[in-house]
Nanobody, 114 residues
């Protein structure tokens, strides 16, 4: 199983970015797909999880500006990020839970300038 994230880059404060993450090597349905981020000098933190069947959960601090979604046919999870702030600067990681095993992508850098 491999996860490949894309869509990161440089954005201005107030702007938007959409991250994508494709899970290859999966045959059976993916139970949980999610996004995390890690800012310099900080621990990795949860952004949101999307559970097969339609349930989504967000970290309290992420509600309102970030939206997670998934396309099971494409084995892809998305993160729409709006009203970006400089403090959103971080490496963003996708994660899946696939039949009891957790897998991580390598991360994609998001930098928000003021």
């Amino acid at each position: 199983v491999q996860l490949q994230a894309s869509g990161g880059g440089l954005a201005q404060a107030g702007g938007s970015l959409r991250l994508s993450c494709v899970a290859s090597g999966t045959i059976l349905p993916i139970n949980v797909m999610g996004w995390y981020r890690q800012a310099p000098g900080k621990q990795r933190e949860l952004i949101a999880l999307d559970t097969r069947g339609g349930s989504t959960n967000y970290a309290d601090s992420m509600k309102g500006r970030f939206t997670i979604s998934r396309d099971d046919a494409k084995r892809t999870v998305y993160l729409q990020m709006n009203s970006l702030k400089p403090e959103d600067t971080a490496v963003y990681y996708c994660n899946i839970v696939y039949y009891g095993m957790a897998y991580w992508g390598k991360g994609t850098q998001v930098t928000v300038s003021s």
